[in-house]
Antibody, heavy 119, light 110 residues
Framework: QVQLQESGPGMAKPSETLSLTCTVSGGSTSDYYWSWIRQPPGKGLEWIGYVFDSGITNYKSSFKSRVTISVDTSKIQFSLRLTSVTAADTAVYYC?????????????WGQGTMVNVSS | QSVLTQPPSVSEVPRQRVTISCSGSSSNIGNNAVSWYQQLPGKAPKLLIYYDDLLPSGVSGRFSGSKSGTSASLAISGLQSEDEADYYCAAWDDSLNGPVFGGGTKLTVL
């Protein structure tokens, strides 16, 4: 049974770079799309971007200048790097797998990691 | 402002049926599959419906999805207290070239 686990610092200062990693257990990254999705406190879900196991990426336009998502198939991990963070980036960050049957649906989610951006 | 529009809240008594609507446009729901997610308090979202009306293995048959034109609905029958959660719809958006979510609907079981 595939499980996802996010890891990374729970805090960042404004203008710093946020780096999170999602470790895949019980499976591999092969042949799937992997996304990062975030949820500000008390608000809804926002897709940030995805990476395919070949390294192909696609980002939400509002993040394009600040975000990099990469995959390390040897470590069975994928990562999020978000630069120049502000308080507006405070959120729970989830990693999620796109379903193999409907790649526009997210069938497995990590538990989420809270990131607080504050000076 | 979410691309997909959901009612902020719905409520119903136990054992009854409730529906949650999700309205979009031709660039998302009208041309792509809809998925639905349940988010229990303090938990990660869980996939309930994909491809408009298909249930993943392990999801209760009390949940069902439907779509017509640029709108979709999630129905929950035989409501139980443990169904109290936030529900989100999602679909790929061709114009934005990425998935978009509804703003979420909080279900209260009275």
């Amino acid at each position: 049974q595939v499980q996802l686990q996010e890891s990374g610092p729970g805090m960042a200062k404004p203008s710093e770079t946020l780096s999170l990693t999602c470790t895949v257990s019980g499976g591999s990254t092969s042949d799937y799309y992997w996304s990062w999705i975030r949820q500000p406190p008390g608000k809804g879900l926002e897709w940030i971007g995805y990476v395919f196991d070949s390294g192909i990426t696609n980002y939400k336009s509002s993040f394009k200048s600040r975000v990099t998502i990469s995959v390390d198939t040897s470590k069975i991990q994928f990562s999020l790097r978000l630069t120049s963070v502000t308080a507006a980036d405070t959120a729970v960050y989830y990693c999620a797998r796109h379903s193999g049957e409907d790649r526009h649906a997210f069938d497995i989610w990590g538990q989420g990691t809270m990131v607080n951006v504050s000076s | 402002q979410s691309v997909l529009t959901q009612p902020p809240s719905v409520s119903e008594v136990p054992r009854q049926r409730v529906t949650i609507s999700c309205s979009g446009s031709s660039s998302n729901i009208g041309n792509n599959a809809v998925s639905w997610y349940q988010q229990l308090p303090g938990k990660a979202p869980k996939l309930l419906i994909y491809y408009d009306d298909l249930l993943p293995s392990g999801v209760s048959g009390r949940f069902s999805g439907s779509k017509s034109g640029t709108s979709a609905s999630l129905a929950i029958s035989g409501l139980q207290s443990e169904d109290e959660a936030d529900y989100y719809c999602a679909a790929w958006d061709d114009s934005l070239n990425g998935p978009v979510f509804g703003g979420g609907t909080k279900l209260t079981v009275l």
